[in-house]
């Protein structure tokens, strides 16, 4: 009987526990940020946390869904890119903490190096403002193009001063840009796609950005969560040295840890 009412105690006390656990809804794309989070989620659900992880396909709706508390945070998105949202939809999301940065990168399944790009090669970028800047500022670096502003953030395609290869740069919407890599000379897709669709960075790109990117993929949420304690031992476990281990390790350099 007494062990009996020893294991009924230890139920009681389990459920009583997560019963106060306090619900962290967080919007985040597959590949890597989702991954990330279920890794902190073991430890956050020890501190007390339940960590619920909602994967999204885009980079408007999980911004749109925290600006309207159907989500307490999202993990996608680097501060260029929120900063212009916040500019255009008007909206006043901010910054929780810096986690990685992911190396963008050009990929070709025509050219091997970015010098056997033939005149009027045909080149795909991201349409929103902050990454399509981000793929110009990488083709600029290559020596491709030539911008008026060359450390602008925001640079867009009018921006452009000089093109010797009179590259045909067309913008479309990034999560496409891996399936049609087949139909362009050269493509520039985020590190999160060009995962999701078995392409290897540190392997597969032509050329990368390195690791000292200002483009640090953020933990964003609320002025009115953002210092709530369930969302700082988010941030805690998100900047902890097992999480940079697990960058390393799994992501072999693709994901480059921002703490």
Same mark, same amino acid.
């Given at each position: 009987?007494?062990?009996?009412?020893?294991?009924?105690?230890?139920?009681?006390?389990?459920?009583?526990?997560?019963?106060?656990?306090?619900?962290?809804?967080?919007?985040?794309?597959?590949?890597?940020?989702?991954? +990330?989070?279920?890794?902190?989620?073991?430890?956050?659900?020890?501190?007390?946390?339940?960590? #619920?992880?909602?994967?999204?396909?885009?980079?408007?709706?999980?911004?749109?869904?925290?600006?309207?508390?159907?989500?307490?945070?999202?993990?996608?998105?680097?501060?260029?890119?929120?900063?212009?949202?916040?500019?255009?939809?008007?909206?006043?999301?901010?910054?929780?903490?810096?986690?990685?940065? #992911?190396?963008?990168?050009?990929?070709?399944?025509?050219?091997?190096?970015?010098?056997?790009?033939?005149?009027?090669?045909?080149?795909?970028?991201?349409?929103?403002?902050?990454?399509?800047?981000? =793929?110009?500022?990488?083709?600029?670096?290559?020596?491709?193009?030539?911008?008026?502003?060359?450390?602008?953030?925001?640079?867009?395609?009018?921006?452009?001063?000089?093109?010797?290869?009179?590259?045909?740069?067309?913008?479309?919407? =990034?999560?496409?840009?891996?399936?049609?890599?087949?139909?362009?000379?050269?493509?520039? +897709?985020?590190?999160?796609?060009?995962? #999701?669709?078995?392409?290897?960075?540190?392997?597969?790109?032509?050329?990368? #950005?390195?690791?000292?990117?200002?483009?640090?993929? +953020?933990?964003?949420?609320?002025?009115?969560?953002?210092?709530?304690?369930?969302?700082?031992?988010?941030?805690?476990?998100?900047?902890?040295?097992?999480?940079?281990?697990?960058?390393?390790?799994?992501?072999?350099?693709?994901?480059?840890?921002?703490?």
């Amino acid at each position: 009987m007494k062990r009996i009412s020893l294991i009924a105690a230890s139920v009681v006390a389990a459920f009583a526990v997560n019963a106060h656990a306090e619900k962290l809804s967080v919007g985040a794309t597959a590949v890597p940020h989702a991954e +990330i989070l279920e890794f902190v989620k073991p430890k956050l659900a020890k501190e007390g946390v339940e960590l #619920e992880v909602k994967v999204f396909t885009d980079y408007v709706q999980p911004n749109v869904q925290v600006a309207e508390k159907k989500l307490d945070a999202n993990f996608f998105q680097h501060k260029p890119y929120l900063d212009t949202f916040n500019k255009n939809k008007g909206t006043s999301l901010v910054t929780v903490t810096a986690v990685h940065v #992911e190396p963008f990168g050009a990929y070709s399944q025509k050219v091997k190096a970015a010098k056997d790009l033939k005149e009027g090669a045909r080149v795909a970028i991201p349409n929103d403002p902050s990454n399509g800047a981000r =793929a110009l500022l990488l083709l600029q670096a290559q020596g491709l193009i030539k911008l008026k502003d060359p450390s602008n953030l925001l640079a867009t395609a009018k921006d452009i001063t000089d093109n010797p290869k009179k590259l045909k740069i067309t913008e479309l919407e =990034a999560a496409t840009l891996p399936r049609i890599l087949n139909q362009v000379d050269l493509a520039l +897709i985020n590190t999160n796609y060009a995962l #999701e669709a078995k392409l290897v960075p540190t392997r597969d790109a032509l050329f990368i #950005e390195g690791a000292k990117s200002p483009y640090a993929n +953020i933990l964003v949420s609320r002025s009115d969560n953002k210092d709530s304690p369930a969302l700082k031992k988010l941030a805690t476990a998100l900047t902890g040295a097992d999480v940079k281990a697990f960058l390393q390790q799994k992501y072999q350099g693709a994901i480059v840890p921002a703490f």
